[in-house]
């Protein structure tokens, strides 16, 4: 007999069959602003730290550049809020090259209110081909408070 313990995270994952891209090494990454104690690396790799955090507050920009086009399947997104309650806003787009026009994916509000709705979990199953440029915008708090965007998880598949 095989055995496995699985902590919380695998086990979510279980049923996972997608197979997420290295996005590190496809992609170059272009941010508005990163904390150098919770880098966008920490997005692209669960268990590696608690994700990505800006620098700075309010809105927002997480850019990647392909070295060549990627054919998307899946889009997952994690974002955790344990303190702050607020309304959240981010939008999903994506482009066949630089300079070409930006396609929304998806545009959603999502209301945080610790210590019972802390984390927002999306996971989108697209048919996109070509996509050399996808680009996360997050407002952090629509209200216009000044808190700090963060991301747990980036993945691509």
């Known amino acids: 007999m095989q055995k496995r ?3 919380s995270e695998a086990a979510i994952d279980a049923d996972d069959t997608s197979t997420w891209l290295d996005l590190e090494s496809l992609a170059r990454v272009e941010l508005s602003s990163e904390d150098p104690n919770h880098p966008i690396e920490a ?30 399947r899946r889009i997952r997104l994690v974002i955790d809020e344990a303190t702050y309650q607020r309304t959240q806003e981010f939008a999903l787009t994506w482009a066949e090259a630089i300079g070409a026009p930006h396609r929304e994916i998806v545009r959603q509000q999502f209301t945080f209110s610790p210590p019972n709705t802390t984390q927002q979990v999306e996971d989108y199953h697209v048919e996109l081909a070509g996509v050399s440029i996808i680009e996360l915008q997050i407002i952090p708090d629509i209200s ?3 808190l700090l965007a963060s991301l747990a998880k980036f993945q691509l598949a």
Request: proline residues 11%.
């Open 43 to 72: 997005a692209f790799r669960p268990g590696f730290g608690s994700g990505w955090r800006a620098a700075s507050p309010g809105r927002q920009m997480i850019r990647l550049i392909f070295a060549t086009p990627q054919a998307l």
């Open 144 to 146: 216009g408070s000044p």
């Open 5 to 7: 313990i699985l902590d």
